[in-house]
């Protein structure tokens, strides 16, 4: 499987071709809001998010079966940012499933601040 078509495909919300990446028995779970979909639900919540996307894969790791894969996404208008963890264990070359984890792009707190910890990443 090619992980850089997969996202590319999920970015573009193309519900046929999202599909294909999956054996049609897969599930999904997105940690952060507790939810557990099937295919046809995880296309729903993607395709249907409002909004145009945009993306980069920033890290992938693989072992043999499972790849982790880092990926920034934001909206078109750069109104939105976040990054999610996937995890992603495939079977025959396709997803069998995918635990997500989902997090919000923001500010440094305004404690660690005040402490003067830590340094910017870019």
């Known amino acids: ?6 996202i590319t495909a999920v970015l573009k919300q193309d519900a046929v071709e999202i599909r294909a ?6 599930y999904i779970n997105w940690h952060n ?8 639900e995880y296309i729903r919540a993607n395709c249907e998010y409002p909004g145009n996307w945009t993306g980069e894969i920033e ?20 109104k939105i940012s ?4 996937s995890f992603i264990q495939l079977s025959n070359d396709k ?3 995918m635990d997500e ?11 660690r601040k005040d402490k003067h910890i830590g340094t910017q990443i870019k």
């Open 1 to 6: 499987m090619d992980i850089y078509d997969f």
């Open 21 to 26: 990446f999956f054996h049609s028995d897969a």
């Open 33 to 40: 809001t507790n939810e557990h979909f099937t295919v046809e």
């Open 59 to 78: 890290k992938i790791i693989q072992a043999q079966n499972m790849l982790v894969v880092a990926t920034h996404v934001c909206s078109t208008d750069r």
């Open 82 to 85: 976040c990054h999610c963890t």
């Open 95 to 97: 997803i069998a499933c």
């Open 101 to 111: 984890y989902w997090g919000d792009d923001g500010d440094v707190p305004q404690w």
